[in-house]
């Protein structure tokens, strides 16, 4: 008998040699026409690696079905992108970065450069972020606190994601510079399920961490922070690395006023920078990726253009 809902696997009844038997078999198994339709999709569209991974076993057939609509999906929007916005121009034919009336700026290159060139000392009154936190990566954060110990206003903050198993590394490299950053907070991110497994310390992760540091004594805060913001799963089309918006929401309101100015060095899908344009603050963005400036674009026309 055929399993259908999960991969595929050979049975004693019936041995799937190849995935172009999947159709036949699940029809005479008496599986539904959408499970069917899922297989057609992923024989005709999915990579030899992914359909692999399924016959195999090792992907479960609506994973790998939700994968591929996810690229379909991601392409599309991009596609669609790929004009100005009628009253709201970011960019121009050739992804030219343009200042418009939004106040959105968004930049090709490591942030490094880019900040040191394109962002004048004492200008920024927020930093939000996501870098990347591997273990070859974590170094990255002394030149985050670097950057903004030069780049951030008196009073200003850097929030930045992190992952709990590199904590104590985190903030050897954000304190390694001498800076005039001061840790003030952690915020927890309630997430939401499915949950993720750190195999190697054997956790079920089901919150996140933001970091906050303040230049100089105190920040410039309107208002009280909560330090427990309930998220929302991103649905990461635009991105692998996408986060949800409401932890941005939450700070960005918060810890700016309109018209003060948002920086985001890891500009990942934007999701920083919607938030930011949204609640009327000026915004800067930097990715390595040029692919990410794509995903900025579709990322607003999604949610700015539909907004109004």
Same mark, same amino acid.
């Given at each position: 008998m055929?399993?259908?809902?999960?991969?595929i696997?050979?049975?004693?009844q019936?041995t799937?040699?190849?995935?172009?038997?999947?159709?036949? #078999?699940? +029809?005479d /198994?008496?599986?539904s026409a959408r499970q $069917?339709?899922?297989m057609? %999709?992923i #024989?005709? +569209?999915? /990579?030899e690696?992914?359909?692999s991974r $399924?016959r195999?076993?090792? %992907?479960r057939?609506? +994973?790998?079905?939700?994968?591929i609509?996810?690229?379909?999906?991601r392409?599309?929007?991009i596609?669609?992108?790929?004009?100005?916005?009628?009253?709201?121009?970011?960019?121009?034919?050739?992804?030219?970065?343009?200042?418009?009336?939004?106040?959105?700026k968004?930049?090709?290159?490591?942030f490094r450069?880019?900040?040191?060139q394109?962002?004048?000392?004492?200008s920024?009154?927020?930093i939000?972020?996501?870098?990347p936190?591997?273990k070859e990566?974590l170094?990255i954060?002394a030149?985050?606190a670097?950057?903004a110990?030069?780049?951030?206003?008196?009073?200003?903050?850097?929030v930045?994601?992190?992952?709990?198993y590199?904590?104590?590394?985190?903030?050897?490299?954000i304190?390694?510079?001498g800076?005039d950053?001061?840790y003030?907070w952690e915020v927890?991110?309630?997430?939401?399920?499915?949950?993720?497994r750190?195999w190697?310390?054997q956790?079920?992760?089901?919150?996140?961490?933001?970091?906050?540091?303040v230049?100089g004594?105190?920040?410039?805060?309107?208002?009280y922070?909560s330090?427990?913001v309930?998220s929302q799963?991103?649905?990461?089309?635009l991105?692998?690395?996408q986060?949800?918006s409401a932890?941005a929401d939450h700070v960005?309101?918060?810890?700016?006023?309109?018209?003060q100015?948002?920086?985001?060095?890891?500009?990942?899908?934007?999701t920083?920078?919607v938030?930011?344009?949204?609640h009327?603050?000026r915004?800067i963005?930097?990715d390595?990726d040029p692919?990410?400036?794509?995903?900025?674009?579709?990322?607003?026309?999604?949610?700015?253009?539909?907004?109004?």
């Open positions: 055929v399993t259908v809902g999960r991969a696997r050979p049975s004693s019936a799937v040699r190849t995935l172009a038997l999947w159709s036949p #078999l699940a +029809k /198994s008496g599986a $069917v339709s899922k057609e %999709t #024989l005709e +569209k999915g /990579s690696g992914e359909k $399924v195999n076993g090792k %992907t057939i609506d +994973k790998a079905y939700k994968r609509k996810n690229v379909e999906r392409t599309m929007l596609e669609e992108a790929k004009y100005n916005l009628e009253t709201k121009s970011l960019f121009d034919a050739n992804n030219v970065i343009l200042e418009n009336k939004l106040g959105c968004l930049f090709h290159g490591d450069d880019v900040a040191q394109k962002i004048p000392d004492n920024v009154d927020l939000f972020t996501d870098p936190y591997d990566s170094s954060y030149d985050l670097k950057m110990n030069r780049v951030l206003k008196d009073g200003g903050s850097l930045t994601y992190i992952s709990q590199a904590l104590p590394d985190i903030l050897d490299q304190r390694s510079n800076n950053l001061h003030w927890c991110i309630a997430l939401e399920g499915p949950f993720a750190h190697q310390r956790v079920v992760v089901k919150w996140k961490g933001l970091l906050w540091f230049k004594n105190r920040p410039q805060l309107p208002d922070l330090d427990l309930f799963r991103a649905d990461k089309i991105h692998s690395w986060q949800g932890e960005i309101k918060i810890l700016t006023v309109e018209n100015t948002v920086l985001d060095p890891f500009l990942g899908a934007g920083t920078a938030s930011a344009i949204k009327q603050r915004f963005g930097i390595t692919k990410a400036l794509s995903s900025v674009r579709a990322n607003m026309k999604l949610n700015l253009a539909s907004a109004e």
